[in-house]
């Protein structure tokens, strides 16, 4: 096992607890990282590692704010390379197919609107197709228990990333398992949320109507804190989904745990792998879980479907040309899968989902006889010979448990359970239908305090980390809209507030040309200044956040002059709630009403 660790962890809590004690800066621990990083030395974790002296400035400029103000205040994170950082390549896993996006994708936007820092982006097996890690041009990044074991994948280098104590969390994806499989076979939480509740703007998809966005940490209570900053409503993402009321579990006296009878698990010869799920699942009923076996096979026919329907054939809808034009850049296993998706047409398209929606409704007659369902994570782990020899087979083994949960709507957390005798970690995946995240996540802290043992493969002990808290119903009837036209727009500085209290964005827009901007002087934070004119003006660009009535109260009250909340006249004619700007406030301030919004003028900068 690779121990490259100090005695410091990097979970989220105790490095947020360093900063607000003072015992630790962001520069100090930006620079720890990459010296951690250095003396890991396994370069196939990492497609892009950005520049040390980029990454410094941006945690010197942390330095200015208030530890407690940001969420995420410091926080490293790595960044699965399809997935959107301004400024630097998206690969996918094919250098050939590589893009730079001018803009990030929506999570990592909101990210480092909370305070956290991106690092690097990390190996994956090519276009998100696989769950072995081996599908890459960029090499095998090592298992950190056995460099003999694959990683698992297809987001492979993030859950290698944060079990090797490289960073806190690290971003995946997840369309048949990806989120999950690496965690498993590394240790580490591995966090599957709702589909649509993370933005998926900026992600290259894999199968976009199934796709989501995942959380790789060393604990339930991280991946929980990075859900609650990442998540919520996108106007610009048509696949973003408006957040339902939080759904609760009962709690673990009450908790229902649905178990597949053992005609229906498979453990693919690994009796170990076999005696740690019967173990969690004895684990869970001590905690006083009741056990409630179920009908498993609705579940196990939708796991099939995923690779033997047309949803591959979906794949094609984003690189087909590119896989016709240049068929030698594709790994030759990504290029079988995929081009495999031309022997689908419509019809089949729509047998297929009128299959899946009798699966539905079975697996829902199910639901009504559990609360949580309690799977392996996989039923094995293979040697990355093992996968050389036999990449699809093996690889459609370890989608046995994880394949159906986007086609059936459901939430899952991977969690450690306990290792074999050989050093390799085995995991239970817990599921949920939609919109139980959070509650998924105290579920999975639960079990995982009373398993113990340490983070990922760093050797620390797991902390003992106080109950973390899940945000109330909300009645989406109880809303109210605000205009945001600086520090609050998506990934800016203050975002976060917004994304704490609840809030979502319900679109992009502008004024009515009524309306100057200034850049106001004298605020350690940059701050624009709205004011109306009684006659001409701009079109001042805006974003529009609704937010529940009972904590907008709280937001205005942290508003202080020359600030506050007046109504705004929008380029429809409508009126919402919005920042202005007491007039006394411009005089020396810069008019920059002819850029058209605050982004335009912070981009000169």
């Known amino acids: 096992m690779a121990k490259v660790n100090d005695s410091n962890s990097l979970d989220i809590d105790s490095l947020l607890d360093r900063y607000r004690t003072g015992s630790i800066a962001p520069t100090d621990a930006i620079a720890q990282v990459y010296d951690r990083i250095d003396r890991y030395a396994d370069p196939a974790v990492w497609i892009y590692l950005a520049p040390i002296a980029e990454t410094l400035e941006q945690a010197k400029a942390l330095q200015n704010l208030d530890p407690q103000q940001l969420p995420l205040y410091g926080i490293p994170f790595a960044i699965k390379d399809n997935l959107d950082w301004a400024g630097v390549p998206t690969t996918a896993g094919c250098p050939q197919f590589a893009r730079t996006p001018g803009r990030s994708s929506a999570v990592v936007e909101r990210l480092c609107a909370a305070g956290a820092i991106a690092i690097g982006k990390t190996n994956m097996d090519q276009f998100a197709t696989g769950l072995v890690g081996t599908r890459t041009p960029y090499g095998v990044c090592r298992n950190p228990f056995d460099r003999r074991y694959i990683p698992g994948g297809s987001s492979s280098g993030s859950a290698a990333a944060v079990s090797a104590g490289l960073v806190s969390f690290a971003l995946g994806t997840d369309t048949a398992g990806s989120g999950r499989v690496p965690a498993a076979f590394t240790n580490i939480v591995g966090l599957k949320p709702t589909r649509g509740s993370i933005g998926t703007r900026g992600l290259l998809p894999a199968v976009r109507s199934l796709d989501c966005v995942s959380v790789f940490a060393l604990t339930c209570a991280d991946a929980a804190s990075v859900l609650q900053a990442a998540s919520g409503f996108d106007a610009e993402d048509a696949f973003s989904r408006r957040p339902e009321t939080n759904k609760v579990l009962p709690d673990l006296a009450s908790l229902r745990v649905g178990v597949p009878p053992d005609g229906d698990l498979e453990f693919f010869g690994n009796a170990e792998a076999e005696q740690r799920y019967r173990k969690a699942i004895a684990r869970l009923q001590s905690l006083g879980c009741t056990i409630a076996p179920i009908d498993f096979k609705p579940f196990a026919d939708a796991a099939e479907m ?300």
């Not at 109260?553 to 009126?575: C, M, N, Y």
Request: charged share 15%; glycine share 12%; net charge negative.
């Open 306 to 605: 995923l690779y033997g329907g047309p949803w591959v054939a979906e794949r094609l809808a984003v690189i087909g040309d590119f896989l016709d034009a240049h068929p030698e850049a594709i790994d030759p296993i990504v290029y079988e899968i995929i081009s495999g998706g031309k022997r689908y047409d419509a019809v089949s398209a729509y047998r297929a989902s009128y299959r899946l929606a009798e699966l539905r409704h079975l697996s829902e007659i199910q639901w009504q006889s559990m609360d949580v369902l309690a799977v392996p994570t996989t039923g094995t782990i293979y040697t990355v010979a093992e996968v050389a020899a036999e990449p699809i087979a093996l690889n459609t083994n370890l989608g046995r448990y994880t394949n159906f949960a986007n086609l059936l709507d459901l939430c899952a957390i991977a969690v450690p359970s306990g290792f074999q005798s050989n050093g390799l970690p085995a995991g239970l995946t817990l599921m949920a239908p939609a919109w139980h995240d959070l509650s998924l996540c105290r579920l999975g802290a639960a079990f995982h305090a009373s398993l113990g043992g340490t983070l990922g493969a760093t050797g620390l002990p797991l902390p003992t980390i106080p109950e973390f808290a899940i945000a109330p119903e909300v009645s989406s009837e109880k809303r109210v809209k605000i205009a945001v036209v600086g520090a609050h727009l998506s990934g800016e500085p203050l975002n976060y507030q917004l994304i704490e209290l609840g809030g979502v964005l319900v679109r992009s827009c502008r004024t009515s040309p009524i309306y100057k901007l200034y850049a106001l002087t004298g605020t350690a934070l940059g701050k624009p200044g709205l004011v109306r004119q009684p006659e001409g003006g701009s079109a001042i660009e805006v974003e529009v956040w609704e937010l529940p009535i009972a904590a907008f109260g709280g937001f205005v009250a942290k508003i202080g002059p020359p600030l506050g909340i007046g109504t705004l006249v929008l380029e429809d004619g409508s009126t919402v709630q919005g920042f202005l700007c007491e007039s006394y406030a411009v005089a020396g301030a810069i008019d920059i009403s002819d850029l058209g919004g605050w982004r335009a003028y912070n981009f000169r900068f």
